[in-house]
């Protein structure tokens, strides 16, 4: 009875939160850090950002109590931080992770993870050298209909998937170190990613510069994976209406995404096209469509950036491999920067290459 007892009084105590801090206080960063001084797992001790201002209007806009610091090293100092989490622009990236990683840090970043992929190998060797949680803020991969997707499929409702077709326009957010391609497209590649397991073959872009003369504001990307699948992704700034959807093509069902969608955010179309298995001429060729129901699943939308946070605390504490760690994130990099180079070259076709 005694040890009944004091078993239960072990788990009445609260268990230790995770010490965090945050780097930057821009467009993202003030998200992050409010779904870390929510959460029942974590500790928001520090808040970094180059411009004091907006630390003082973050601060006070979600009633900090967290330190703040315009000198990141601050914050990689106190031992008391066990994890960092980086919104800053991606040119950025590399150097901040590199110091957070050596500084014994478990890490979370904004994608993409940074602007290559040696970039990206030496912060995954040194996170798994120092047996750091390392993991990229895919945020779509912890979408209410995402995952409900990722579930169809598995099931094998739509069959073998023979396209996905992506678009991803608003007009801005206009960026100032990266063009759209890297701005938007991590979303949709890491989505197709994470639905179908694929791996791309080869890459063909064409992109233009319309408002700033070094990044592009439109892009067409087309991505040939293995066994015959394709995708292709619009991504653009300069367009009058926003608009992230996303179709995928199988050979039983088709399914569309619409995050745009408040109450359907899933649809599965029972619709398909057959053929006649034998013909012995062109007369005899026919093609049978087949128009069924629509289906729409419920599902209980829930904030992907919450799911994101969560998963990355609970990684640290079950010391489990992220969703979208940094090989994951790796690979869709490497996708970004044959479509760079693709872009450079009128839209020739480029190897992605394998790591």
């Not at 315009?70 to 994890?83: C, E, F, K, S």
């Not at 100032?176 to 890491?190: A, F, Q, R, T, Y």
């Not at 791309?200 to 408002?211: L, W």
């Not at 088709?254 to 057959?274: C, F, H, Q, T, W």
Request: glycine share 6%; aromatic share 8%; charged share 30%.
């Amino acid at each position: 009875m005694k040890d009944l007892l004091e078993d239960r009084q072990r788990s009445d105590k609260p268990s230790p939160r995770i010490g965090v801090a945050v780097i930057g206080c821009g467009q993202w960063g003030p998200n992050l850090i409010r779904n870390f001084q929510r959460s029942e797992t974590a500790e928001l001790l520090w808040i970094c950002d180059k411009e004091e201002s907006r630390l003082q209007s973050v601060a006070a806009d979600l009633h900090l109590k967290a330190e703040r610091t315009t000198n990141y090293r601050d914050l990689l100092r106190d031992p008391r931080v066990q994890a960092v989490a980086i919104a800053t622009p991606v040119t950025t990236h590399h150097a901040l992770a590199l110091d957070s990683l050596r500084a014994g840090k478990h890490l979370l970043v904004e994608k993409p993870l940074a602007r290559s992929v040696e970039e990206c190998r030496q912060l995954v060797e040194l996170s798994e050298e120092r047996h750091r949680v390392l993991m990229v803020d895919h945020t779509f991969l912890f979408s209410s209909p995402v995952v409900a997707l990722k579930q169809t499929l598995k099931r094998g409702d739509l069959g073998n998937i023979l396209y996905a077709h992506a678009v991803r326009v608003n007009l801005g957010v206009f960026q100032e170190d990266i063009n759209v391609l890297w701005d938007l497209l991590p979303h949709d590649l890491s989505i197709v990613q994470y639905l179908l397991e694929a791996t791309p073959i080869e890459v063909s872009v064409q992109g233009t510069a319309h408002v700033h003369p070094r990044f592009e504001d439109v892009a067409f990307l087309t991505v040939y994976y293995e066994k015959g699948l394709v995708a292709h992704f619009h991504a653009s700034w300069l367009d009058p209406c926003k608009i992230r959807r996303m179709t995928l093509v199988g050979d039983q069902k088709m399914a569309v995404y619409d995050d745009m969608d408040p109450n359907e955010p899933l649809r599965i179309y029972d619709k398909g096209i057959s053929r006649t298995p034998y013909f012995s001429d062109f007369g005899e060729f026919k093609l049978h469509y087949r128009f069924g129901d629509i289906f729409s699943p419920r599902i209980e939308i829930t904030e992907p950036l919450k799911g994101v946070c969560g998963h990355f605390l609970d990684c640290i504490l079950r010391n489990e491999k992220p969703r979208s760690d940094g090989r994951f994130a790796t690979e869709i990099v490497r996708i970004l920067e044959a479509a760079d180079r693709s872009l450079r070259n009128r839209g020739r076709m480029e190897p992605v290459g394998k790591g």
